[in-house]
């Protein structure tokens, strides 16, 4: 590849042509697809239970402010994100401790089978 000359020092710089961009084939379209009716316009949504109770509790202001309470305390920032170290040594030394209760117990009914006590 060679490079345009320089401009010798004092004279000023002719602005150079730009290369015009080579056009991009255009990505291909899938053809439309006819939606069925039942997806276009969805029948509303069933009265289930759940949907009961929720509009229960939004019609009462207590329960309501109850439950966005709840849901700021679900949102807090956990102790596992605040250490994580912390939380993994911990969760490891917990999992490790009740893997060795299980292993411990399994043998423990082995023996106990194979010494024929009930």
Do not use: C, K, Q
Request: charged content about 25%; overall charge positive; cysteine-free.
């Amino acid at each position: 590849m060679s490079t345009p000359p320089r401009p010798s020092p004092g004279t000023p710089a002719s602005p150079s042509p730009s290369p015009s961009p080579s056009p991009s084939p255009s990505p291909e379209h899938r053809a439309r697809v006819d939606l069925p009716e039942w997806m276009r316009n969805s029948p509303p949504a069933r009265p289930t239970l759940g949907r009961r109770l929720a509009g229960l509790v939004e019609a009462a202001p207590r329960l309501r402010e109850a439950r966005r309470a709840l849901w700021r305390w679900r949102d807090r920032s956990r102790f596992s994100e605040r250490r994580p170290a912390v939380a993994a040594i911990a969760s490891f030394v917990v999992v490790a401790g009740v893997a060795t209760i299980l292993v411990a117990g399994t043998l423990y009914v082995f023996v106990r089978m194979r010494a024929g006590e009930p």
